[in-house]
């Protein structure tokens, strides 16, 4: 190393070490829980929380979706000023791209019990959230998921495991159940993309129609990854279902539905959540039309806390709320909630209040049942008209006997 | 019986996909026996190029064909251009190494090519615009869009043109004498390098037209998707033959067909134990079965000596 370079090493380091002088003063020092319980020292304590979601992907506009919900949240309780125990909290979020991949997900739920979060609002797909779940809970860290509607999820017999949407065997269901009532069909057609969500959420309606004396004239499978249905949609056009249901999400369902328009497909088609967004008209176009799709949880217009939300959000991200942003935000919210109940952001102090949560968030009343199930999680039916998703129906799957049209939800039938 | 007809017109749209696709694969091996594992990830640049001019160019509101005209323009400039420089700085310094290396090499530029547009255009699902709508035609009880049509054609005509050029002019000749003997082809005069970097030039070409087809067929692009376009399509070449492109062209619509039938048949033959979701597995079985009884493909006879 000649002297030049090394002054300039040296002056770099000066630098570094001034502006990291200057970073200290200005927020509070970062993370240092004081061994000595000193009553009410005025010093801020640093929360994390974690959000895992994919972010890279074709899934990413779904987890970045949540991952912003969770951001919001903190800022919003950073801005109110949260107090537990009588210190000031800081929370801080940290992020982790689980790339939709269930291995994936395990290696970041293991970066996340490393980092000492004390919740994890995560993660987006049933089968990321079901094996994380296991580390998590091992790590006593409470897991709050937005999104993953498989059943398996909570079935775990873990303490650890929450969600806040209703599950698919209450989702499944509540499809079967309309096309049964409402849409009347004689005769379907189930697909699903061969994941724990599109399996879990297929069967369940496959189930419901069959008792409802539905014949199920076919049942393909295809994967996450494709983008050709032809031939299996051939293979229904063949069977002539009045119903074809779709178990998956968005990047498949769009070229399918498009698929089935070329094919002359006169069937109508219903999903689940997954594919209830933005992206899934974009991609099949014109034929996205009347198709229909339910997800939980109440439109996001008609939450309780829907339009601050969705104002809110658009302000800081320039974005629309692609689907589980107010899910991710109230996680957050639940877990501030159960901690300041607790006097204590630790995970095994605060734990055994997350499951005692009364909470009125964006997407309304959140309460657990002893799985860590959302109680009485509306479900919603959309059906796309003039190239948007239109509210149809809202049901209460404790409730949903018949014609439950205007259920628990006041604004059941939208009218705009 | 529709259904088989609908089942076989499925097929043939998409192997004539395969079909364009191998023929890139297949005219690089020809002449350099180089398995050119990039090929697929031309095809991805060349669809996105082209999705992302005719998202620009559908908000001014210029017709249709215009449009597509100048899409399809765009990705054969683009890969044209990335097909040479690869050939040029990845395969020529290498041409006299083992033949591992420029193998290596490949499959490092696809990794390369795939991140790169991930990178630039990220790595969500790209929605086309829909700027032709597709009018449906009905024979025999089988429907199909004119769209469909127009891509079965349309790879059918580049073809058979690719066909007559290599057979009939000058720089066909030229492909051919390198192909048989580079040494002999050089010493009478064919300038080796500039034959190669051609090849490279009209596989990339022909590439980036696969690649417009498939999103103008399937309405989405993705930063993804040359790689398993690219697998297909080499099974495609080794099943007609690799390093023969009349059996490039064959083995493309052949894949497609049996791809086609067996995710609509499999259920029935299997009982529902195999689902349509084991279609990937034929073509790959497809790709064993060929390198374990016939290795030269259907149509290579004699190429076998220059693998």
């Known amino acids: 190393m000649d002297r030049r370079s090394f002054s300039g090493l040296a002056a770099a380091l000066a630098a570094t070490l001034i502006l990291s002088a200057c970073g200290k003063e200005a927020p509070p020092p970062p993370k240092s829980e004081k061994k000595a319980e000193a009553p009410k020292p005025p010093e801020t304590i640093a929360v994390k929380i974690g959000a895992a979601a994919p972010l890279t992907g074709s899934q990413a506009h779904i987890g970045i979706d949540i991952r912003n919900g969770v951001q919001l949240a903190v800022e919003d309780l950073n801005a109110r000023g949260v107090e537990i125990g009588g210190r000031k909290v800081k929370f801080e979020m940290v992020a982790e791209d689980d790339e939709a991949n269930p291995t994936k997900a395990t290696t970041v739920a293991q970066k996340l019990a490393d980092a000492k979060v004390a919740g994890v609002v995560g993660h987006f797909n049933s089968g990321a959230s079901i094996p994380a779940s296991k580390i998590y809970s091992d790590a006593g860290i409470p897991q709050i998921s937005p999104s993953s509607t498989n059943p398996k999820y909570t079935q775990q017999g873990f303490k650890t495991t929450f969600r806040v949407v209703a599950h698919d065997d209450q989702q499944g269901p509540t499809l079967g159940k309309f096309a049964l009532e409402k849409l009347k069909v004689k005769t379907v057609a189930v697909i699903d993309d061969s994941t724990a969500y599109g399996q879990g959420l297929a069967e369940a309606f496959e189930r419901t129609v069959k008792a409802g004396g539905v014949k199920v004239v076919a049942r393909e499978h295809t994967t996450d990854k494709d983008t050709d249905f032809k031939a299996i949609l051939t293979r229904i056009k063949g069977r002539k279902p009045d119903l074809v249901m779709f178990g998956g999400i968005d990047p498949q369902a769009g070229p399918m539905v498009k698929q089935m328009s070329e094919l002359g497909i006169k069937a109508k088609f219903i999903g689940g959540d997954g594919m209830q967004t933005p992206n899934f008209i974009k991609l099949a176009g014109n034929a996205a039309e009347g198709v229909m799709a339910s997800i939980p949880g109440l439109p996001k217009e008609q939450m309780p806390g829907g339009k601050e939300f969705l104002a809110k959000y658009k302000a800081k991200f320039n974005a629309e709320v692609e689907l589980f942003a107010p899910m991710g935000y109230d996680a957050v919210m639940v877990f501030a909630d159960a901690m300041k109940r607790a006097g204590s952001a630790e995970p095994a102090k605060f734990l055994a209040e997350v499951g005692k949560t009364q909470y009125r968030g964006v997407i309304g009343p959140i309460e657990f049942d002893d799985k860590g199930d959302l109680v009485n999680g509306p479900i919603t039916i959309y059906v796309v008209k003039n190239g948007k998703w239109d509210a149809l129906e809202t049901v209460t799957p404790g409730s949903a006997p018949v014609d439950a049209k205007p259920a628990a939800a006041p604004a059941a039938d939208a009218k705009k | ?307």
């Open chain 2, 1 to 307: 019986m529709d259904i088989l007809l609908q089942q076989l017109i499925n097929g043939l749209v998409l192997g004539s996909i395969y079909a364009l696709v191998a023929l890139g694969y297949t005219m690089v091996y020809g002449i350099l026996g180089l398995i050119n594992f990039a090929h697929g990830d031309i095809c991805m640049i060349g669809a996105l190029v082209a999705l992302t001019l005719a998202q620009a160019l559908a908000a001014s509101g210029m017709p249709a064909p215009l449009i597509l005209l100048a899409a399809t323009g765009g990705a054969i400039a683009v890969c044209v251009a990335l097909g040479v420089s690869i050939e040029r700085i990845a395969y020529r310094p290498l041409r006299r190494a083992p033949r591992l290396a420029p193998l290596i090499t490949a499959i490092g530029v696809s990794i390369l090519l795939q991140y790169s547009a991930a990178l630039v255009w990220g790595k969500q699902y790209i929605a086309m615009p829909e700027i032709v709508k597709p009018t449906a035609l009905t024979v025999g009880g089988a429907q199909f869009t004119d769209l469909q049509l127009f891509v079965f054609m349309l790879a059918c005509t580049l073809m058979a043109g690719l066909l007559w050029f290599i057979k009939s002019s000058r720089m066909g000749r030229a492909m051919r004498a390198t192909e048989q003997n580079p040494e002999v082809a050089g010493l009478m005069g064919v300038n080796i390098d500039r034959i190669i970097a051609f090849t490279f030039l009209l596989g990339s070409a022909i590439g980036a037209v696969a690649g417009v087809m498939v999103v103008l067929y399937y309405g989405l692009g993705h930063y993804f998707m040359g790689f398993m376009l690219g697998l297909k399509a080499f099974t495609a070449a080794v099943l007609g033959g690799i390093g023969n492109v009349a059996g490039a062209m064959l083995g493309g619509l052949l894949l497609g067909i049996i791809e086609s039938l067996a995710s609509g048949y499999i259920g029935d033959f299997t009982g529902g134990v195999l689902g349509s979701n084991y279609r990937d597995i034929f073509a790959f079985l497809v790709l064993v079965l060929v390198l374990v009884l016939r290795p030269s493909g259907i149509m290579g006879g004699h190429s076998g000596e220059r693998a």
